[in-house]
């Protein structure tokens, strides 16, 4: 069976991503810096109810500033979103060329992502706004198979006819439960790991990740 859509993560997958900008512009705004260290920080924050469309944008950066201890005001949204973007990183190069080859073979390239709206507007352009799927539209979570079926429905194929690319395993190991072919993302083989899934889709699906 051919391979008609290749799948990929955002964050550390299209692009590398970090959280200490968002990091530092808190522990400058805190009125209990010990607190937040103790915390561990807004790496440690439960971010699942915004990344789930549970909250809106205003909610949670109401819900990050009560939990350590920043005031807020009418400009605190703007700081936050401000710091969300500055730890997007450059496009992986590797990436690119992978996508433009997987175009180049008649497959769609896609996105899914456990993401932060406010960095909705991260995701490549040759990425079409169809093709763009997100847990906060689809109000699920990876590694929920669930999300994984609602985006098999959108794109009406069969599971083996998609590869999936994510820097987490767990994530990979569930879309490969449905029968999907997943990839571990690894910068350095991505596009040798695509050309073999393609060249082997008629046969059994076999997972690659990390140190196998």
């Excluded at 500055?86 to 993401?115: H, P, R, W, Y």
Aim: aromatic fraction near 12%; glycine fraction near 6%.
């Amino acid at each position: 069976m051919n391979i008609k859509y290749c799948v990929w993560d955002v964050g550390q997958a299209i692009y590398p991503y970090t959280l200490n900008y968002l990091n530092q512009w808190a522990l400058s705004k805190t009125t209990d810096k010990a607190g937040f260290i103790d915390k561990g920080g807004v790496k440690k924050f439960n971010y699942n109810p915004y990344m789930s469309g549970q909250i809106n944008d205003e909610q949670f950066c109401q819900n990050l500033c009560q939990e350590y201890n920043i005031p807020f005001d009418n400009k605190t949204k703007i700081e936050i979103n401000k710091a969300l973007h500055q730890g997007v990183g450059k496009f992986f190069t590797e990436t690119m060329d992978t996508m433009e080859f997987l175009s180049k073979q008649g497959i769609e390239n896609c996105i899914l992502s456990n993401a932060l709206p406010m960095l909705q507007s991260t995701a490549p352009e040759q990425v079409k706004s169809q093709f763009r799927f997100a847990s906060y539209k689809l109000k699920l979570l990876k590694p929920n198979p669930k999300i994984y079926e609602a985006v098999r429905r959108q794109l009406g194929c069969d599971f083996k006819e998609m590869i999936f690319i994510d820097d987490k395993e767990k994530n990979v190991l569930s879309a490969q439960s449905l029968g999907i072919n997943g990839i571990v993302f690894n910068k350095n083989t991505i596009k040798k790991d695509c050309q073999n899934i393609i060249q082997n889709s008629n046969f059994p699906i076999s997972i690659h990740t990390k140190g196998r």
